[in-house]
């Protein structure tokens, strides 16, 4: 018991960085699909896959035929994504985080079927997948 008494602002730290750490793993809302689902909903048709990273990030490659809007931008720019409400709306990210986070809004604007890419763009190479510049 001592030892407690003598570390506990040690210990405090410690519990407070692990929430920190777990915090964004638990905090992650929402449809998530792995590389191979977004596939197949792709191939689906009907979907339209919207990327949140930067612009730079874009550039440097993204799924094909996703359309770019950084979350920055999101809520000015969500009257661009309007006609594609009855679709199934696929969110690409840097990190799970992210597309939750835009996911969210969408889901908030009136999106029924939002769905995020697990792992974001990193999983999608992982996976073998193509990547467009």
Same mark, same amino acid.
């Given at each position: 018991?001592?030892?407690?008494? @003598? ?23 929402? /449809?998530? &699909? ?6 197949? #909903?792709?191939?689906?048709? !009907? ?8 612009? /730079? @990030?874009?550039?440097? &490659?993204? #799924? ?11 809520? !000015?720019?969500?009257?661009? #994504? ?10 690409? &990210? ?18 029924? @079927? ?5 792992? &974001? ?11 467009? /510049?």
């Amino acid at each position: 018991m001592k030892f407690f008494i @003598d570390n506990i602002f040690f210990i405090a730290i410690v519990l407070i960085s692990g929430g920190a750490l777990l915090w964004p793993a638990l905090t992650v809302r929402g /449809k998530r &699909g792995t590389p191979q689902d977004i596939t197949m #909903l792709i191939n689906r048709g !009907k979907t339209t896959i919207l990327d949140v990273r930067d612009a /730079k @990030d874009y550039a440097d &490659g993204h #799924l094909p035929d996703a359309k770019n809007i950084p979350l920055a931008d999101l809520d !000015k720019r969500l009257s661009e #994504l309007d006609k594609f409400k009855s679709r199934s709306l696929i969110v690409v &990210g840097k990190s799970d985080a992210r597309a939750s986070t835009a996911a969210a809004k969408l889901s908030k604007a009136g999106f029924a @079927d939002v769905v995020n890419l697990e792992g &974001g763009v990193a999983a999608w190479q992982k996976a073998g997948l193509p990547l467009a /510049k």
